[in-house]
């Protein structure tokens, strides 16, 4: 375990937050992956954690504290700074509604059909500078200050919603050190062009702002540096995995995040688990297929639909034996793409199952809601887990899901899934845009031999179980570390 350091850690969203409800202010705990990963840090380091005020307590919160750090106390009791930035939030629509989720998110997850979209009008650019730059710009500024407190303290940037801010940080304090973690996949340089020039240079230049930039596996790495040198001239040094820029040399890792084993292990014997598993054990078919996503198009639950009608037509023996739980956490449904994959995917499944539904058995059960111990329950009895993303940088699922599994469930994973860099021997791989395979995989994993299967399961356990998410943190630090002891580039 690495020692215990100062750390500001800085990302959209922060760890909790908060609600007015009962005539009390209530704190829950932040969604999304990167939030539940991070929380860890919290309790083996002095973390100030700086983030945007969600919701409209949040905003409360953060003037009440004259957007200053105030003290928090994690579940287990160890106590962190927070400080929320109430930002403007026009400023904030620009920069979340339209550029970083649409226009990154989409351009990182090669979803755009471009024959059609996007169209960089004179309302993206206005977007960019008035709304993503702005708030880096007043996430950079609440950085500075945090070092000017603490100048020994190392920042820890995450995702895609503040590459510029670390290049404003850079600037004002030369001698920081700054790492940043890219959660999402990095596209080839040529698709970086969808982006007008001085919108992909200000990207690519503000990540190398950093000491450190870190990706979960090396596809995405690779990908990055190509592109760093196509786009602002970045000098790869491949034997090191890193860059030469602006004369200094940036560390570009590879390591994939991982999940607290023993976290799911408790959750699994919890009442809210155990509760969530009895109402799942209603109506269980013999087999059961299942797939957990937030409603994202990268996620690729439409054609996953698509696959699992393949597989019903190829196999009529299965009717009424099998079921596909489709358990969809409701994301970003301000964004027109996103509401409009909802409707999609209730689309699809209502035609899937007005072509076989037959004596109360419904082949693919759609769930939309918000709902940890029903997932975690579904974690356990699954025969197969489906994991077919168009591009994921990881995909926390295919981790999480094999560990409380007790069916010695099979998982069929996306090659464009980070977590097969590290899985791939031990899954059944598919090409997310091929639906026939698909549906081969899915009936070849509902008749792999016991044996076979539990091979399978135990591999993807010891890997994970070896390589956790305490691993992954040490990793980000030691990264920090290693290069702070490196002569300049
Ligand atoms: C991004 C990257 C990368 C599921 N249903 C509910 C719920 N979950 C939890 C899961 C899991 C998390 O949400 C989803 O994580 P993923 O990794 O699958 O996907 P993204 O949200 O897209 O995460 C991804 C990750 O960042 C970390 O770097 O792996 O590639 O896209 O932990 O268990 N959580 C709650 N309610 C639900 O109904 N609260």
Redo the contacts with the bound molecule.
Sequence with gaps: MASRRNLIVVSNRGPVTFTWSGGERVARRG????V??LRSLVLHHDVTWIASAMSDEDRVVALDNNEEPFEETARDGSTYRLRLIAHDEQAYDWFYNVIANPMLWFLQHHLWDLAAAPTIDHGIHHAWLEGYVSINRAFAEAVIEELERDPHASVFFHDYHLYVAPRIVRDARPDARLVHFV??PWAAADYWTVLPLEIRRAIHDGLLANDVVGF?TRRWRRNFIRAAEDIVGAVPDWAHDSVGYDGRRIAVTASP?SVDPAEFDELAHSPAVIGAGRKLAHNRPEKRVLR???T?PSKNIVRGFRAFELYLDAHPEMHRRVDLLA?L?PSRQEIPEYAEYVAAIQREARRVNDRFQQDGWIPIDVQI????PR?VAAYKDFDVLFVNAIF??????AK?APLVNQRDGVLILSENA?AHEELGDWVLSVNPFDVAAQADAIHRAIEMPADERRDRIEAVRGWVREHDLAEWIDLQLQALDAESMVAPG
């Design positions: 969604g999304g992956g990167l539940t990963a959660h999402i979960h995040i957990v996503d937030r994202d358990l956490d809601s918000d709902n940890f997932v994921d940088g990881l995909n926390l699922v999480e980070g």
